[in-house]
Nanobody, 127 residues
């Protein structure tokens, strides 16, 4: 079992930045691909970014490409989401997720591929 706890959410003005953290416990995160998803009120949870187990390969949704970056520190068992140039439409609850992967190149983008989820952290961007 992997336990994930997000932190770093908050309120920020448009154009600002936030960095979310996702601390893992129970298993070594270096064996897991990880991702960030978000869910706005009244909408389905959507993919934001994901990272291979090594962190060498990342993918991002078109809506955040060039603004959001996923990174990881396997020594600290922590995944990060750096969010720059934030927009009001980025307002949502952000969730980190993890799934065991033997492959070093896998970067899952579908919710159904992930086995472990954090409780979420709220990000609010005001105009």
């Amino acid at each position: 079992q992997v336990q994930l706890v997000e932190s770093g959410g908050g309120s920020v003005q448009a154009g600002g930045s936030l960095r979310l953290s996702c601390a893992a416990s129970g298993r070594t995160l270096s064996n897991y691909a990880t991702g960030w998803f978000r869910q706005a009120p009244g909408k389905e949870r959507e993919f934001v970014v994901s990272s291979s187990r090594s962190g060498d390969i990342t993918v991002a949704a078109d809506s955040v490409k060039g603004r959001f970056t996923i990174s990881r520190d396997n020594a600290k068992n922590t995944v990060y989401l750096q969010m720059n140039s934030l927009k009001p439409e980025d307002t949502a609850v952000y969730y980190c997720a993890a799934v065991y992967r033997a492959s070093y190149i896998s970067t899952p983008k579908s919710r159904s591929e992930y086995d472990y989820w954090g409780q979420g952290t709220q990000v609010t961007v005001s105009s």
